[in-house]
Nanobody
Framework: VQLQASGGGLVQAGGSLRLSCAAT????????MGWYRQAPGKQRELVAA???????NYTDSVKGRFTISRDNAKNTVYLQMNSLKPEDTAVYYC???????????????WGQGTLVTVSA
């Protein structure tokens, strides 16, 4: 299983970015998917998560600005980030809880991280 994240970059405060993360290779089913971030000198924190049925949850600091979604046919999760702030600057990591076969255990896989930099 591989998770490939993309979409990071440099943006001015108030701008928008859309992150994508595609899961590929030997996937039977995907349960929860999500995005975490880690700013310099800080611990990794949950940004948003989405269940296979489409239920979402967000950390308080991004509510109303970020939207998580997924395309189950493409095994892809997205994070639309609007009204970005300098404090959103971090490396963003996607994850997915994936089973690779019938009655096989579910494991959490991580993408490689994509850097988001928001300038003031």
């Amino acid at each position: 299983v591989q998770l490939q994240a993309s979409g990071g970059g440099l943006v001015q405060a108030g701008g928008s970015l859309r992150l994508s993360c595609a899961a590929t290779v030997n996937i039977f089913s995907i349960n929860n998917m999500g995005w975490y971030r880690q700013a310099p000198g800080k611990q990794r924190e949950l940004v948003a998560a989405i269940t296979s049925g489409g239920r979402t949850n967000y950390t308080d600091s991004v509510k109303g600005r970020f939207t998580i979604s997924r395309d189950n046919a493409k095994n892809t999760v997205y994070l639309q980030m609007n009204s970005l702030k300098p404090e959103d600057t971090a490396v963003y990591y996607c994850n997915a809880d994936i089973s690779t076969g019938w009655r096989t255990p579910v494991y959490r896989y991580w993408g490689q991280g994509t850097l988001v930099t928001v300038s003031a």
